[in-house]
């Protein structure tokens, strides 16, 4: 099991950035793929990054492509989700999660451990 806690979420301007940090403790961080996902209102939660161990392998939205960035840091058991140039449609309960395996799946199913989330709210 993984215990992961995100942070770094808040209000931001329509164009701005944030940076969200997820720190993790349990299970060797360096044998599985690391994501984050999102739940707008009124919306499922949905897959936005993910990352596998190596970092040789990430995925990302259509949505976000070009404009939000997944690292990870494997010495420090934590992985980042820069999100630049924000729109009102990234307001959402931002999730981390890590995956079964180190295949970066974009299915909820496919990971084992979530974080409690932290809002984000881009709003002028």
């Known amino acids: 099991q993984v215990l992961l806690v995100e942070s770094g979420g808040g209000l931001v301007q329509p164009g701005g950035s944030l940076r969200l940090s997820c720190a993790t403790s349990?299970?060797?961080?360096?044998?599985?793929?690391m994501a984050w996902f999102r739940q707008r209102p009124g919306k499922e939660r949905e897959f936005v990054a993910g990352?596998?161990?190596?970092?040789?392998?990430?995925n990302y939205a259509e949505s976000v492509k070009g404009r939000f960035t997944i690292s990870r840091d494997n010495a420090e058991n934590t992985v980042h989700l820069q999100m630049n140039s924000l729109k009102p449609e990234d307001t959402a309960v931002y999730y981390c999660?890590?995956?079964?395996?180190?295949?970066?799946?974009?299915?909820?199913?496919?990971?084992?451990?979530w974080g409690q989330g932290t809002q984000v709210t881009v709003s002028s």
């Open positions: 349990g299970r060797a961080f360096s044998t599985y793929a």
């Open positions: 990352v596998s161990w190596g970092t040789t392998i990430s």
């Open positions: 999660a890590a995956a079964k395996t180190n295949y970066v799946s974009t299915m909820l199913g496919a990971y084992d451990d």
